[in-house]
């Protein structure tokens, strides 16, 4: 295939086919430590066809998908060239009309005036190299806790373009991702997480959980560690360009543009795939390793976006890999909620009593 390299041994393309929805994962799955094996309802659940960019947007990204699955190792040259007009016009379709608009105050309604004009610009830009990302806009929404969550709202282009890449590259990511990730992937949710976790608890031995979230997480993650991240899967230097230009668009707020060191925009189009991307490798493989290699007793792991829940058979596995994963974050700059008093963190799973119990109890 033109576009991915393995072993030093070009593939080329395929004819043009009709893309999938959305790559079915690996089901890698939470089983217990050392090789024991899945918890049933995780290692089977699969990422099912869900939104993507248009409804029957053409593509050339079975062979793509195929590669990536097939080989873990393979790298991919040639990818822009997937972002046509076709696939961006699919990302302007896939927009909510009625979004705020970024930095230049272009709508999604003005935009779609002269659509097809438009589009066939943005992408002779893109292609050429002369594409500009301009700087978000910095606008703050509540959270539970009563801090303020900074969200980034990207002009229209940048939105259009973002989609579409993320469109490409997810039939890469998709492939590596691993079964008990769950935020912000196609067909995935929140309740396919917590009911991943239910079955986990229920059926394996798991006695301690271990939750936390990952405190400023998007604003925060090291960008140097993203980009050789993301160089393990992606050689084509025009896509990394891209997302460099990106991350350092920089972010306007009261009128005043400062530069971003830092985190990538809470809120763009792109930001959920390179935090999940970035996670892949600093926990999820992580993670799933260490239950392999330390845990003795059966582990399971659940991850949605930057919040994580890990069940434990035993405490002394959930207080070593909490003391682990500490310094394992320290490493990678990831700046976890977790403070001296984590161990508060490590709670006992209470299971309702059984009619066996019940009845000695009566």
Known sequence: MRGAVSNGRPYRDQPRTTCEAAEQSRATGCGGGGGKGAARGERGQQTRPGHRAGQGAPSALDRVRHVARKDKDAK???????????????????????????????????????????????????????????????????????R????????LEDKIVQRAVV??????????????????????????????????????????????????????LDQSWLLKFLEHRIADKRVLRLIQKWLAAGVIENGEWSTSVEGTAQGA?????????????????????????????DVILTRFADDYIAGFEHREDAERFLQDLRERFAKFRVGAALGEDAADRVRQVRRPATSAARTREA
Do not use: M
């Open 76 to 146: 991919f040259t040639a990818l822009l060239h997937h972002v046509d007009v076709d696939l961006l016009r699919s990302a302007y379709f896939a927009l909510r009309p009625k979004a705020a608009p970024g930095v230049d105050g272009v709508t999604w309604h003005e935009y779609g005036q002269d659509l097809e004009d438009n589009l066939g610009g943005l992408h002779r830009r893109g292609h050429r190299g002369s594409y500009r990302a301009k700087p978000v806009r910095r606008a703050y929404i509540p959270k539970r806790d009563g």
């Open 148 to 155: 303020l969550r900074p969200l980034g709202v990207a002009a």
């Open 167 to 220: 469109e490409v590259l997810n039939c890469i990511y998709e492939a590596d991702f691993l079964g008990f990730s769950y935020g912000f992937r196609p067909g995935r949710s929140p309740h396919d997480a917590l009911d991943a976790l239910a079955t986990g608890i229920r059926r394996r031995k798991v006695s301690w959980l271990l939750d936390a979230d990952i405190r400023d997480y998007f604003t925060s």
């Open 269 to 297: 189009s792109v930001s959920p795939l390179l935090a999940n991307v970035y996670l892949h490798y600093v926990f999820d493989l992580w993670a799933h390793r260490w239950r392999r290699r330390h845990a003795r007793g």
